[in-house]
């Protein structure tokens, strides 16, 4: 038995391994869209691992590598993104020994959306948990919002929440067209960087990879990177084939990332105001029926409230907040993204960190790649 790095050559036998422990059918078994995830370079290698005994694939570590930033420091780092072993090797530790082989080179590692029966596990590990990232929600429709709700609402509340929203959705920003990695870099950090003790680092040609040239949504840029931030979206629709709700619209806000980095600390800005409410005009224009934004801290919360957006809590209450989890395929209740992670710095030792503290969104693990693939034609 021996454990490897995952290679270009392997990937038919993985995929085959996948689909009798995993999953028989899944968007990931795409090869762009694997290769894309798992970010394998032109020679074919990645920071995944394969357990292997005599030839086949008993085992696989799916992991994103990428760069971060802690406390002023810059750290190589992954995000679990899967984690299978074969059936006959369940509870042989072989699982805990991949995890281990991949921390010795990673000082950072963390995963977004693990499933609960294993936290304890992360815990015993050494990893800190949090229960879930924040997700705010808005209604753009009233009809279209209230389909979307996991528990039936007074129609009349809505009607009053958009009518709140409306009076602030006065400018329409466009998507821009013609924004850079190295420019949301310089952005990034200005902004985030030395705001938050642990984040993502998003060097130019991480913004490459993971937006301007993501091989599974159309992502979306509004705004300025110089005058009053950026807001980095994309257009989501309700995959339901057997429902009337099926193809609904909803903007699904990934990144907002403010010039005035003193916005982080409470300090509100009127033009980062301004132009998310005008992304929010944009969206209705559109026909999205609602839009979301998930993030581990709650520091743009202020700035988010002032625009019409309310707090999800994770059982899905108030009621008026109810918004689906998932929509493709569609789920009105799913697990909120937990989140785990663990810092090691220069020296070996742990590093404690605050959840406030912490600069993640869903992209910065799995949760925002295709479950269903190909996307229905216009899409994407």
């Given at each position: 038995m021996e454990i490897v790095k995952y290679q270009d050559s392997d990937y038919e036998s993985l995929v085959?391994?996948?689909?009798?422990?995993?999953?028989?059918?899944?968007?990931?078994?795409?090869?762009?869209?694997?290769?894309?995830?798992?970010?394998?370079?032109?020679?074919?290698?990645?920071?995944?691992?394969?357990?292997?005994?005599?030839?086949?694939?008993?085992?696989?570590?799916?992991?994103?590598?990428g760069e971060y930033s802690s406390n002023g420091e810059q750290y190589k780092g992954i995000s679990f993104a899967m984690w299978i072993v074969s059936e006959k090797y369940k509870n042989s530790g072989l699982g805990i020994m991949l995890m281990k082989e991949a921390e010795k080179y990673n000082?950072?590692?963390?995963?977004?959306?693990?499933?609960?029966?294993?936290?304890?596990?992360?815990?015993?590990?050494?990893?800190?948990?949090?229960?879930?990232?924040?997700?705010y929600v808005i209604p753009l429709d009233v009809n279209g919002y209230v389909n979307l709700l996991k528990d039936p609402v007074d129609q009349a509340s809505i009607e009053q929440w958009i009518a709140g929203v409306e009076e602030r959705l006065i400018h329409s920003y466009s998507p821009i067209l013609n924004i850079t990695g190295e420019e949301l870099e310089q952005l990034y950090i200005n902004s985030v960087q030395h705001r938050f003790s642990l984040s993502q680092y998003r060097s130019a040609s991480f913004w490459d990879w993971r937006y301007i040239n993501s091989a599974g949504y159309k992502y979306l840029f509004f705004g300025d990177s110089t005058s009053e931030g950026i807001v980095v979206a994309r257009l989501d629709r309700v995959h339901a084939p057997d429902e009337n709700i099926h193809g609904t619209k909803v903007l699904r806000i990934i990144e907002i990332i403010p010039v005035n980095a003193d916005v982080w600390k409470g300090i509100a800005d009127h033009r980062l105001n301004e132009m998310i409410a005008g992304v929010l005009s944009w969206a209705?224009?559109?026909?999205?029926?609602?839009?979301?934004?998930?993030?581990?801290?709650?520091?743009?919360?202020?700035?988010?409230e002032s625009i019409g957006f309310k707090k999800q809590n994770i059982d899905y209450t108030p009621t008026e907040c109810g918004l689906a989890g998932l929509f493709q395929p569609f789920r009105h209740r799913v697990n909120p993204i937990n989140f785990v992670w663990k810092i090691k710095n220069n020296e070996g030792a742990f590093q404690n960190t605050e959840v406030n503290d912490i600069y993640l969104v869903k992209t910065d693990g799995d949760m925002d790649r295709p479950n269903i693939w190909p996307l229905p034609k216009g899409w994407n």
């Open positions: 085959a391994f996948m689909r009798i422990n995993w999953s028989s059918e899944h968007a990931i078994y795409n090869k762009e869209l694997f290769d894309w995830q798992y970010r394998v370079d032109e020679d074919g290698l990645a920071e995944s691992l394969l357990l292997v005994d005599n030839g086949c694939i008993e085992g696989f570590l799916g992991v994103i590598p000082p950072v590692c963390l995963t977004l959306g693990c499933n609960f029966q294993v936290v304890p596990m992360y815990e015993r590990m050494g990893y800190s948990y949090s229960d879930h990232l924040n997700r209705r224009d559109q026909g999205c029926a609602a839009a979301d934004y998930q993030l581990s801290s709650n520091r743009l919360e202020h700035v988010l």
